[in-house]
C-alpha cells in the first residue's frame, strides 16, 4: 500500500501519547509507520542488550498499529528509502536529542522539504523539551537541584489518548528489524516482557507499592523500584505518562505522596540527563568538565575483563555484574558501586565501562548511560567530587545487610583482585593531578 503520511518510529514504540502517530491520523487516509534500522555511521549503534529488546517490541506494536488500521514496515538503512519507495505527502516523527542524531534529523528533513514533502517533528520523551528549559540567564542548567526545582513548576503536558481506529484492520508485518538479537540475551526472556501493554502494567504494579519506594530503592535485595527504565529507553511508554499517573495518584491517595514525590525526582534525573546530552558535545566521549579530559588512566585488559564478567573477588560488585550479564539490568545503587570501583579503585577509563553497560544493558540510554557514568567517574556536570570514593564493602554491609543479593548473584567468594585502601589512595592522588 502505497502511503501518503509516513510516520517514522524511533524510541517511541507506543500507540497512547505518540504525538507524531496522533498527527499523522489526524492528518492522513493511509498512514504507514516505518521502523528503520539505520547505517548511518553517525549514529551511535544500539549495543546488544537493547536490539534484543527492540526485537521484541516491535512485535506487540506491530499488532497495536495493524488493530487501527497502520502498518508497521521495518526497513535497513535510512527512512528516505522509506519514502521514496511511497513517495508519501507527509513524513512525521518525535525528537530524539544526541548531537548526532540531531544532525542526521535535521539533515533528513531539509532533503525532505527541498523535494516538496511536508516534514515534521514533535515532542520526544523527555518532560520538558531539552531546549524548552533554562536558567534564568538563558544557560543550559549545569546542576540537577535548580533543574529540578524549575520543573516540578512546570506544567508538564497531559498524555495524548490512544489515537481512535484509522482504517479496517490490517495484517501485522512480520517484525523483522534487520538486528540480529545474540544468543547470550535469549535468556532475558525470562525476566522481561517488553511492549507498550507490559509497561502500563508495571506502572500500575509499581503505583500499588510506591510507598515502599524512598526507602527500598536503594537495597538491591528488594525489588522496590518501578523497574520501567528498559520501557522508557525505548518508549513504551511515556515519561509524561508516568509523571501523570503518579501525580494522580498523590491527589486521590495522600498517604502515598512521599513515595510519588521521589519517584518524580528520579524521572527528573532522566530529564537532567536529557537536557546534558542535548547541550553538551558528545557526553558517552566527552568529559563535561574540561580539567578531566586528561587523566591518566591505567591500562589493563585483565583487570577490565575480570570487571566484566564479575570476577573481582569485590562480592557486591561480582553480585551487580553477574546479574547485568544475565538479566541485562542492575538495581542503581548496584550501577554506582560496579560503576565507582573500575573508574576509581581500578582507574581504568569510565569510557571502557560505559560501552560495556551500554551494550548489556536492556536500558540502554544514550543519556542516562554516559550521564550517569560522568557523575560516578566525578567529570560530569554536577557529578560526585572525585574524592568521593564509595567503599562497596560498606555499602554492601549497609545496603544488602543480610547478603540476600550477593547469595543470589555471587554465592562463591574469590580473591580479591585489588586491595581497596591503597586503590583509593592511587585514585585520590591521580584525580586530584587531573583536577
Ligand atoms: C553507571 C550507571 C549507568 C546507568 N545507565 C543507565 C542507562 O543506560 N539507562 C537508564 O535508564 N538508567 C541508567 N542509570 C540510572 C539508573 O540506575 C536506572 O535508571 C535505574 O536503576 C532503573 O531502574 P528503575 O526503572 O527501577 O528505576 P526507578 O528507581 O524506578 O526510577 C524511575 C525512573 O527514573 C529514572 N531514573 C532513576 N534513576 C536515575 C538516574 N540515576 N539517572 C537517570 N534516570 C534515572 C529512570 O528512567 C527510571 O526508570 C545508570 C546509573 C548508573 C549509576
Redesign the pocket.
Known amino acids: 500500500m502505497a502511503a501518503n503520511t509516513l510516520v517514522w518510529l524511533r524510541n517511541d514504540l507506543r500507540v497512547r501519547d505518540n504525538p507524531a502517530l496522533s498527527a499523522a491520523l489526524k492528518r492522513g487516509e493511509r498512514v504507514v509507520a516505518v521502523y528503520v534500522a539505520e547505517t548511518d555511521k553517525r549514529l551511535r549503534a544500539r549495543g546488544a542488550a537493547s536490539r534484543w529488546w527492540l526485537h521484541h517490541s516491535l512485535t506487540p506494536i506491530a499488532a497495536d498499529l495493524a488493530a487501527m488500521g497502520v502498518r508497521l514496515e521495518t526497513v535497513s538503512g535510512s527512512i528516505l528509502d522509506a519514502v521514496a519507495e511511497h513517495g508519501p505527502q507527509a513524513v512525521y516523527w518525535n525528537r530524539r536529542y544526541a548531537p548526532a542524531e540531531r544532525e542526521v534529523d535535521a539533515q533528513i528533513k531539509a532533503t525532505l522539504r527541498e523535494t516538496g514533502v511536508e516534514a515534521e517533528s514533535f515532542a520526544g520523551n523527555a518532560l520538558v523539551e531539552p531546549f524548552d528549559i533554562a536558567t534564568k540567564t538563558g544557560t543550559p542548567y549545569a546542576v540537577y537541584t535548580p533543574f529540578w526545582n524549575a520543573l516540578r513548576e512546570r506544567d508538564i503536558a497531559a498524555p495524548l489518548q490512544a489515537p481512535h481506529r484509522h482504517g479496517e484492520p490490517v495484517a501485522p508485518a512480520p517484525a523483522d528489524t534487520a538486528y540480529r538479537t545474540p544468543a547470550w540475551a535469549r535468556k532475558f526472556e525470562q525476566y522481561w516482557k517488553p511492549g507498550e501493554a507490559a509497561a502500563r502494567d508495571r506502572l500500575a504494579d ?1 503505583l500499588d507499592r510506591i510507598e515502599a ?1 524512598p526507602e527500598g ?1 536503594d537495597y538491591p535485595a528488594r525489588d522496590a ?6 520501557y ?2 525505548h518508549g513504551e511508554i511515556s ?1 509524561r505518562q ?1 509523571w501523570h499517573a503518579a501525580r494522580a495518584l498523590a491527589e486521590r491517595e495522600p498517604g502515598r505522596a512521599g513515595g510519588v514525590q521521589k ?1 518524580l525526582m ?2 527528573a ?2 530529564d ?2 536529557i537536557h546534558q546530552l542535548y547541550h553538551r558535545e558528545d557526553i558517552a566521549t566527552v568529559p563535561m568538565q574540561a580539567k578531566f579530559r586528561h587523566v591518566k588512566w591505567r591500562r589493563s585488559d585483565s583487570d577490565l575483563q575480570a570487571w566484566q564478567r564479575g570476577e573481582t573477588g569485590i562480592a557486591i560488585v561480582d553480585a551487580g555484574m553477574k546479574e547485568l550479564w544475565e538479566t541485562g ?4 545503587r548496584v ?2 558501586l ?2 565507582s570501583l573500575l573508574a576509581k579503585n581500578l582507574l581504568i577509563d569510565w569510557r571502557l ?2 560501552q560495556w ?2 551494550d548489556c ?1 536492556v ?3 544514550s ?3 554516559p ?3 560522568q ?2 567517574a566525578g567529570c560530569g556536570n554536577d557529578a560526585a567530587p572525585y574524592f568521593r570514593i564509595f567503599n562497596p564493602d560498606t555499602q554492601a554491609g549497609k545496603f544488602d545487610p543480610g547478603g540476600d543479593y550477593v547469595r543470589r548473584w555471587a554465592p562463591e567468594p574469590r580473591e580479591p583482585i585489588v586491595d581497596l585502601k591503597t586503590s583509593r589512595e592511587r585514585a585520590l592522588a591521580v584525580l586530584k593531578a587531573a583536577s
Not at 523500584?225 to 528498559?230: A, D, E, I, Q, V
Not at 539490568?329 to 542503581?332: D, E, K, L, P, R
Open positions: 509499581f519506594y530503592r523500584t518501578s523497574t520501567l527504565s528498559p522508557l529507553a515519561a508516568a519517584f528520579e524521572l534525573w532522566r537532567f540527563n539490568f542492575m538495581q542503581n550501577r554506582m560496579t560503576a565501562g560505559e553497560f551500554w544493558l536500558d540502554a540510554d543519556a542516562s548511560n550521564g550517569n557514568w557523575w560516578v
